[in-house]
């Protein structure tokens, strides 16, 4: 993980990030699933990258 001016990236292995991208985006998700701090998720970066908006900032997850 990179951490700079609360801008942080987490590098998964593809197989992890799928398994994210699977959770995030095709799964019906219950209330209180997710982490409270976690406020929005979003693709960017031609979906390759998966953008947590946080209550402290942002981490983007990306393949490595």
Do not use: N
Not at 9 to 22: M, Q
Not at 34 to 51: N, V
């Amino acid at each position: 993980m990179v951490a700079e001016d609360g801008h942080a990236i987490v590098y998964l292995t593809p197989e992890d990030w799928h398994v994210v991208a699977d959770t995030l985006f095709h799964m019906e998700l219950e209330d209180g699933v997710l982490p409270e701090s976690i406020q929005s998720f979003r693709r960017k970066g031609d979906d390759q990258i998966i953008e947590l908006k946080t209550s402290d900032g942002i981490i983007d997850l990306e393949m490595t």
